[in-house]
């Protein structure tokens, strides 16, 4: 996993043409040039539609050609009563984009309201690592938003002053609930043992120390207070200042994309800390964030009309609801408190009151100025599909992956009629701690709009997450069924199943690996032990899904529910005679996994085609895989 020094910045994964063809690939082109293998009729047709309209506009400039483009400019058979086809017109149309497996995605409609569109979306960004004791740092959300993540999340606690006297006497082992389990010398937050008195590196060792605290805020207010921090509480992963946090998502939150961006706050800040918060965020995102309409918002604006702008998504309270932060002296009597309750109400109006107070001044309750800043993704604790917040306007659910299936179990179609209407969040278990995923695709087909997922690690869950936004620019409108209103949401909640939206039909698919070249090797393998096979794997709605049964592995990224894999061959350029494509090395033991690609069935193109690979850590390579598709639906 790379660290937090090293991330390789992916801004696009727009294909190019390639710049030459190994000798194995040649062999199988000309023998589909010849006839020997046959194109079909419509990529006979897409090849004189390349040749004839968009070979002067794409063909590379002669100093750059490609090597294959150098074969004499000799008439071949027609193909398919195609006309005469030159040798360089058949390899520049294979060399060009026009070739690949993948079909380039349409132009969307993004007039609709957000709640109808999947969003690309991160869990826990800040971690560069697995989820118990990475590292944190401001190159990881820079990372996922060049990768055209859309969703990201920040995890805010208090921040710590410098001084000496702040942590004496209050061991760090006391704030960390995994500390028993692992040595003390492998936490980043353990302070470190003070030399003995004489000692040339005592002052070395104070430097250090304070150069792992963040540095503190100044007002005019306060002579020093410390910024809050980002960090996974009550593990061993380092912080990272909350400003530096905000300043990298400014920096590159539009580069790969204008749609606007949807910032999850989990706040577990002080209300001090929070003030502090709503005036960095004020202060760096000026300009950025979405203004509120003037009263209540009643309905979801679209991705079109929020280009370049960022939404906050953070826990909502009632203005009218928030009290007077509480002072020393009425924390300290609250008896008197009480008392001034019991002259405007009951008794128990007053008890049932002190009580909403208490919660909304304890640490972490969240304040009303930070609270306004979500203003069209309104947080909300799940009380349940028939609880009153499940119809307020604008509100967002967030639920975990556990409790994601015990709702899909008890009101499956009442989840997916929500999801039609409202936004909904789904994140991955708190017990995966080394950054494992859930399945998207299990989410997604129940609606909803943003499923989080760990971007540390390259798994399935992450390869089907690439199929699915590929070339777009994180937002990608569901399918006609899938949606709510356009005008409004006054629809309501109703009973419209998963199973009754989409009729369902019976896919006929082959696919023939025929060769391959410029495979990436796996991370640490050398060129000579290289033994490469690939695994073909069809991910497809599972029947409990439609029925609302319990889903085997509870949502659990897995190998897809059909696959199979060729013979192990040899090198870089493989010949293999011959949905997500996993290419790995054969080997004793666990296979590496050197490259693969995930691709949208809807965008699979039949023929003979070109699949672009990505390395294991998910960056492009010059692999590519030849391979015969057919496809058809009845």
């Not at 992916?10 to 000309?30: A, D, H, N």
């Not at 400019?73 to 030159?86: C, F, N």
């Not at 015990?406 to 278990?429: D, I, K, Q, Y």
Request: aromatic share 8%; glycine share 6%.
């Amino acid at each position: 996993m790379a660290s937090s020094f090293d991330f390789p910045y992916r801004t696009s994964s727009t294909s190019s043409s390639v710049k030459k063809f190994s000798s194995p690939v040649l062999i199988y082109l000309k023998e589909i040039l010849n006839n020997k293998r046959p194109l079909s009729k419509m990529q006979s047709k897409e090849l004189r539609d390349y040749t004839s309209t968009y070979r002067q506009s794409v063909m590379p400039e002669p100093s750059s050609a490609p090597s294959h483009a150098q074969e004499p400019e000799i008439p071949r058979k027609p193909l398919h009563d195609s006309g005469p086809v030159t040798m360089k017109d058949f390899f520049d149309y294979m060399a060009s984009p026009e070739s690949d497996a993948a079909m380039a995605p349409v132009e969307q409609d993004l007039t609709y309201p957000i709640s109808n569109y999947f969003i690309n979306s991160s869990h826990n960004t800040y971690l560069t690592g697995n989820q118990l004791y990475g590292e944190s740092s401001t190159d990881a959300y820079k990372n996922v938003l060049l990768r055209g993540c859309r969703c990201i999340e920040i995890d805010v606690w208090d921040g710590e002053s410098r001084s000496p006297s702040d942590t004496e006497g209050k061991p760090e082992e006391k704030k960390h609930r995994f500390w028993p389990h692992l040595h003390r010398s492998s936490s980043p937050h353990h302070p470190k043992k003070s030399p003995e008195k004489g000692s040339s590196n005592a002052t070395k060792v104070t430097s250090d120390d304070s150069l792992s605290l963040p540095t503190p805020w100044q007002s005019a207010s306060s002579a020093a207070r410390a910024e809050p921090r980002v960090l996974h509480g009550y593990t061993l992963t380092k912080e990272v200042p909350f400003r530096d946090v905000c300043i990298a998502i400014k920096e590159t939150a539009f580069v790969h994309s204008n749609l606007p961006i949807i910032i999850s706050l989990e706040v577990h800040a002080s209300r001090e800390q929070q003030e502090v918060m709503v005036e960095i965020i004020e202060q760096v995102w000026r300009g950025m964030l979405v203004k509120p309409p003037s009263g209540h918002p009643e309905q979801f604006p679209s991705p079109g009309e929020l280009r370049k702008k960022i939404l906050i998504k953070v826990k909502y309270v009632a203005p009218e609801k928030v009290s007077a932060p509480a002072t020393a002296k009425n924390a300290a009597k609250p008896s008197m408190r009480r008392k001034k309750s019991a002259e405007s109400s009951s008794t128990s109006d007053s008890d049932n009151q002190d009580a909403e107070d208490g919660k909304k001044n304890r640490k972490g309750a969240t304040i009303e100025p930070l609270s306004a800043l979500g203003v069209y993704t309104r947080s909300y604790h799940f009380k349940g599909l028939s609880s009153p917040e499940a119809n307020v306007p604008c509100h967002i659910f967030s639920l975990s992956e556990k409790k994601f299936m015990e709702v899909h179990g008890s009101h499956g179609p009442t989840l997916f009629s929500h999801n039609r209407l409202h936004l909904m969040r789904a994140f991955p278990s708190g017990t995966r701690v080394t950054s494992s995923n859930l399945d998207p695709a299990v989410f997604w087909r129940k609606g909803v709009q943003i499923v989080a997922l760990n971007w540390q690690k390259y798994d399935a869950g992450m390869m089907l997450n690439e199929g699915m936004f590929a070339g777009s620019g994180g937002w990608v409108l569901k399918p006609e069924e899938y949606r709510g209103q356009r005008e409004g949401q006054d629809a309501g909640i109703s009973d419209l199943s998963q199973g009754d939206a989409i009729a369902h039909k019976t896919l006929s698919l082959s696919i023939d690996v025929l060769v391959a070249q410029n495979l990436p090797l796996p991370t640490g393998d050398k060129h000579g032990g290289f033994r490469p096979y690939v695994k073909c794997e069809l991910h497809v709605e599972k029947q409990e899904e439609r029925t609302g049964a319990a889903i085997e592995g509870g949502g659990n990224s897995s190998d897809g529910e059909f696959k199979r894999k060729t013979n192990t061959s040899r090198g870089i350029d493989p010949d293999f005679g011959g949905e997500r494509f996993k290419l790995q090395d054969d080997e004793i033991g666990k296979d590496d996994l050197a490259a693969w690609a995930c691709i949208r069935l809807d965008r699979l193109k039949s023929g003979f085609r070109f699949v672009r690979l990505l390395d294991a850590v998910g960056d492009p390579s010059q692999g590519l895989l030849l391979v015969k598709v057919e496809k058809s639906l009845a």
